[in-house]
């Protein structure tokens, strides 16, 4: 196994220069089955584990969510970025000392974003929003584990769709130590391009929708593509079309669609 700062140089590495895809794995064994395929990086998902712990998408407990971390990170060699959701605080002194126990985990990148989950007020105000990235950097420096900070807006996510508050908020992330900018939910390869202009020369993480292909994604600019939960919502739609219908019809035809246990057994064979 790799060590935590080896795979932290591998991948600021990754960040240099092209675009790669960065997917979501929400327990060991997606973790491990997406590093065998190939993808050179993995990201938590803030859904997914939440799913998978039979919670809602951000109702998980700093604790489960460290040891989260922890057991995806220990699961594979390659680098894995910590989606640390709002840094389960509000002050900065907060997000600081819980991202001192979140680089702890053996994590390579660490996101910090700016949602409040107050449908009213969504956002963080803004100069607090900017010193929560600021206390991320100066914890993770203080911690020399050279872990890599993506600031979050979520504006395009939480009903704030506006793009020049987007960019403001980017830009004031990247001038606090944020060193790869990331806004969820933009649906146009345009505004991609301006926010891959704006911020540069940082690194951009996209998110994938069903309308972008990698090449287009990636001849805006941007360095980093992720799925969020879209891994464990396909997983999920999965298991529930073959559940329902077992409830509702009495019947099993969503089984006999599923990819057999030999073929699945084959991928932990090196376990």
Known sequence: MPAPADRCTVFRNLHESGCFVIPNPWDAGTARVLAKLGFPALA???????????HRDNHISLDQSLAHLAMIAGSVTVPVNADFEGGFAIYPE??????TRAVE?????????????????PLFEFDLAVERIR???????????????????????CGRPDLKETLRRL?????????CLYAPGIASLDDIRTIVAAVAPKPVNVLAR??????????TGARRI??????????WTAFLDAAKEAQQKGTFTGIGRAVPGSELNA????N
């Not at 907060?94 to 991202?99: L, Q, R, T």
């Not at 069903?210 to 001849?219: G, K, L, M, W, Y």
């Open 105 to 121: 985990t053996g994590v390579a990148g660490l996101s910090i974003e700016d949602s409040t989950g107050d449908p009213a007020s």
């Open 135 to 157: 206390a991320a950097r100066q914890a993770i420096d203080r911690s020399g584990t050279r872990v890599l900070l993506t600031g979050r807006s979520e504006g395009f996510i």
């Open 44 to 54: 938590t998902t803030s859904s997914g584990s939440a799913w998978s712990m039979a």
């Open 94 to 99: 907060d997000v600081a000392a819980h991202v």
């Open 210 to 219: 069903p309308t972008f292909s990698v090449r287009e994604i990636a001849a």
């Open 267 to 270: 991928l932990f064979t090196d």
């Open 171 to 179: 830009q004031a992330y990247a001038g606090a130590g944020a060193e």
């Open 226 to 235: 992720s799925v969020g939960g879209g891994f464990a919502r396909a997983a």
